[in-house]
């Protein structure tokens, strides 16, 4: 099950945070995320993974969204995923963007399979400790009411 999050959520969502990208957001980063106007996030019920998105107007971000390691590759990412692509939908978003490092492969092919395109690319956005920095990559996804 898939539940919307809350601020005394955030705990929990900087320790998944942390363990998909080390060393992660506070949970004071989390909690004053969540108390912003627009912005939304849902964890599953098991604690492992979430997603968290920022609506404004007819637009929509994906802030951040992670699955712990030993929760991937069973189909919560795209649970979650869909879930706040119905919100957004539902809170009359047009267009659900993110950004995602160029060399996430995995996540790339979720975006593909969602129906996300790319808009364009950020040159050496995230650094990283061993080799270049690596890009990251602009997705867009044109929602409707049947989203």
């Keep these: 099950m898939i539940r919307r999050a809350e601020g005394r959520d955030a705990a929990i ?3 998944i945070h942390a363990l998909a990208f080390p060393p992660g957001w506070t949970e ?3 909690m004053g995320l969540l108390k912003h106007p627009g912005v939304f996030a849902f ?4 604690a492992s993974g979430f997603i968290l998105l920022r609506a ?3 637009e929509a971000e994906i802030l951040t969204f992670a699955v712990a390691p030993d929760a991937r590759r069973g189909g919560l990412g795209r649970a979650l995923l869909r879930r706040a692509r119905g919100e957004a939908a539902l809170l009359g978003t047009a267009v659900l963007f ?3 490092a160029a060399d996430n492969i995995p996540a790339l092919n979720l975006y593909a399979a969602e129906g996300f395109e790319e808009a364009g690319r950020r040159r050496g956005y995230y650094p990283r400790a061993a080799g ?3 890009d990251a990559v602009i997705l867009r996804l044109t929602l ?3 989203a």
């Design 132 to 134: 270049p920095d690596m």
């Design 43 to 46: 964890l599953d019920e098991k």
């Design 28 to 30: 004071d980063a989390f």
């Design 144 to 146: 409707t009411s049947a």
């Design 56 to 58: 404004v107007r007819d």
């Design 98 to 100: 993110l950004e995602v």
């Design 13 to 15: 969502l900087s320790r």
